[in-house]
Nanobody, 123 residues
Framework: QLQASGGGLVQAGGSLRLSCAAS????????MGWFRQAPGKERAFVAA????????YYADSVKGRFTISREYGKNTVYLQMNSLKPEDTAVYYC??????????????????WGQGTLVTVSS
């Protein structure tokens, strides 16, 4: 079970840190990703980190503003979001890829999903 948390209401230019924790299993061998879904839009890739932590990937729209990281000791993956914009408003989901698929940007590569946490950025 993946549990995403840390969402909330923030003004444009502000920051939030999302967390994704797992209960009952370790995430250390999984590729992990963050996706978001805005109202009326499809779920979109945000960021991903390889199981080893050696490679990270970002959507063009968040490069330079968001950082994905993982803390093995806490079995948690984070998404640090800085310089937030109103267009970042969405429900954010964390996801786990047990098979370590090569395409880490595709939602179909991930088998397990958290429940989502809402991020609202006001202008």
């Amino acid at each position: 079970q993946l549990q995403a948390s840390g969402g909330g209401l923030v003004q444009a230019g502000g920051s939030l840190r999302l967390s994704c924790a797992a209960s009952g299993r370790t995430l250390s061998s999984y590729n992990m990703g963050w996706f978001r879904q805005a109202p009326g839009k499809e779920r979109a890739f945000v960021a991903a980190i390889r199981w080893s932590g050696g490679s990270r990937y970002y959507a063009d729209s968040v490069k330079g503003r968001f950082t994905i990281s993982r803390e093995y000791g806490k079995n948690t993956v984070y998404l640090q979001m800085n310089s937030l914009k109103p267009e970042d408003t969405a429900v954010y989901y964390c996801a786990a890829d047990r098979e370590r698929s090569p395409d880490m940007k595709a939602p179909t590569s991930y088998e397990d999903w958290g429940q989502g946490t809402l991020v609202t950025v006001s202008s």
